[in-house]
């Protein structure tokens, strides 16, 4: 049998993107049409404004992506589409125009959920990898610990309680006044800055996989309102370096001792924020002192893209978990 031909779509958030897969793991095109630039004047994404831009993005990056892949629309095997979680109206452009291209092409259509999208983006990045494995997912909307036992079986293993650390990440970039999206502003800064504010770490005590960043949020805003208030200038970097830390420390801490518990000897970074520098760094170094195998995307692999919904999707056909043309949005989709 010849390797099927996935078309991905993905307009969740505030990216339009489309990809044509060979296979489950060979990427032949993966278009990313951003919004950042439309929101960046609001400091952060507006939803309207959101799906009406995807409506007008989302067939000219279909066709870049079977241009740019060589492929005719007639030679695609089946269509994988994010159906949550995200904005529903952002959803509900993409999983319309999936819906559309699945019936007129009388193929296969799979509902993907985005979150176990991020988490293969590794199984692209690197084709060696294979389940089990334990994934750090962190993304503006989520921070979780999962257990992936097999490419269609995961068990949460603990998830944040208020804000995702990505979201953490936005909103101490805007009280310092950077643009958004603030992670990686953030990751720039604390390069030049020295982690010396001891800013809090939520729920470190022993198996709880659980997370917490709320906390830490209002801890550097009381931090920053304090330092006005005695008229002191802003140690910006300073404050970045040690925002970033406490995040950082927290979840690398919690990520092998999830490992270590599941009796596993690989861990898997996942999401948007697996971009930042410090993070991807202190993982290695600690995977490294533990003899843990340690897998991360590289960084257009990170942050939201049509590829890793069509590896997941891929995976997904194989096992038979096939949508019907009744798919709908889910914003609210857990894993
Ligand atoms: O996965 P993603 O592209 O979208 C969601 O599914 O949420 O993640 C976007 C998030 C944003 O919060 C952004 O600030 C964060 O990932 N991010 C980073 C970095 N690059 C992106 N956070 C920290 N450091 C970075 N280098
Ligand atoms: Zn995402």
Redesign the pocket.
Known sequence: EKEKLTLAIES????TSAAVLRGGREILSNIISTQIPVHQRFGGVVPEIASRKHIVNIMPVIDEALSEAGVKLQEIDQVAVTYGP?LVGALLVGVSAAKALAFSLGVPLIGVN??EG?IFANFLASPELAPPFVALV?????TALVRVDDYNHFRMLGQTRDD????A??KV?RVLGLP?????????LAAEGRPVIDFPRALEEKGNYEFSFSGLKSAVLNYINSERMKGHELAKADIAASF?ASVVEVLVHKAFEAVAAAGLSTLVLA?????????EARLREEAARRRVQFYFPDRIL???NAAMIGCRGYYQAQAGEVSDLYLNAVPGLGL
């Open positions: 969740s958030c505030d990216e995200g985005h979150l991020h962190v993304s503006g909307g989520h995702a650390a990505g979201e990440f936005d970039a958004y999206p603030g992670g990686p502003q953030i990751d720039k970033q999401g948007g924020v697996a971009a930042n520098s410090g993070l990170c942050t939201d």
